[in-house]
Structure formats: C-alpha cells, structure tokens
C-alpha cells in the first residue's frame, strides 16, 4: 500500500527540508516544481491553478503505480488537503499531515508581513503532526553511480537549479540529499 504525506506551512516553515530528511527516497511534490523553467523559478499567478492541478495529477498517478509521495505545499485551508485526502482515499493509500512551524528565510523572497498573512490563514487539521523544522541544511548533489559529490549548496533551490543545468545523462545518475 502507498502511502501519502502531505507537509504544510508557511512560507520559510521548513517544509522542503523537513520532506526531504523525514521522507528519503520518497517521491516530494511541490506546486512550486511546476514553475521551474530551465533551473529558474518563474511564478505567474495566471498559472497557479495550473501548477495545482499538476501537482495532485502527479500525485495521482504515483500513488496508482503504488509509489510513496510527499507533497509539501502551504496547504492552508481544510478544502486544500482534503482534495487529497480524498485522492489518498481512491487510491487506497496510507495518509498523514505534518505542519512544519519553523521560521527561517523563505526562497520567494516574500516579506514578514505576508509570511504572517499566511501564517494566520492557517486552518487546522485534526490530527496534524506539528513538527519544529531543525536549522536549514547543506545539500549536496552527488552521483548514485560512483558516489562522487558534484557540489554543496546552501539552499535546496540552489541544488536543484544546479540539477536543471546539468548533462541529461548525468542527471539521471544523480540525487539531492541533506548533509549536516
């Protein structure tokens, strides 16, 4: 049986990292992924709805293929996880909801004032998992081939825009992991 965890928060929660270090090997799904072109981050509120809809698409289909995912979004209203709750719920999959609280520098370079805004949006959900985000991490892009590190960066974006300029051949040999 898959199973399906969902990881909410404010922008700067820590929801990237916590997926990654609490979930490794597991499928992570971010709205955000939809708007990476060519390894930079390019969001246009015309193709928000687009970018949901690809992410619990994606979501989906992994979960029918019997594939654990993580799906770290802001999540801030009941409706947004129990669209899919009730993805889970077809799919027969296990599922939880973790809110990540940390409050470190958010990669959207949004201010203070609308980290709370989002911040105060925030519904409950019963039976979440409230989990403190430990400082940000070093991640670091290393083959899985020969165990060979290709580089360390200070942020996730960091690596993953580094992952988008790579050889295709190469990227297919290759992982994301934390290192502390």
């Given amino acids: 049986m898959a199973s399906l965890h969902i990881v909410r928060g404010a922008p700067g929660g820590g929801k990237s990292t916590f997926a990654r270090k609490k979930f490794p090997g597991i499928l992570l799904l971010e709205n955000d992924m939809f708007h990476m072109h060519n390894g930079v981050y390019d969001w246009h509120k ?3 709805h687009d970018a949901i809809a690809w992410c619990s698409s994606t979501t989906r289909a992994a979960l029918e293929n019997d594939v654990d995912v993580a799906v770290a979004n802001t999540f801030t209203k009941r409706r947004f996880i129990e669209a899919y709750k009730k993805i889970a719920d077809e ?9 990540c609280t940390g409050n470190f520098h958010n990669v959207h370079g949004l201010d203070e ?6 911040k105060r949006s925030m519904e409950d959900w019963p ?3 409230y989990v ?5 991490m070093t991640w670091e892009v290393y083959d899985l081939s020969n165990s ?6 200070p942020s996730l974006a960091e690596a993953d825009m580094f ?4 050889d295709e051949d190469l990227a297919q040999h290759v992982d994301v992991r934390p290192i502390e």
């Fill in 113 to 118: 004032s609308m980290v709370d805004s989002f």
């Fill in 127 to 129: 039976g979440e998992i």
């Fill in 148 to 153: 060979e590190v290709h580089g360390q960066f």
């Fill in 46 to 48: 015309e193709a928000m």
């Fill in 91 to 99: 799919c027969g999959a296990s599922f939880d909801v973790y809110r």
């Fill in 163 to 166: 992952l988008a300029g790579i």
């Fill in 132 to 136: 403190q985000p430990e400082a940000k």
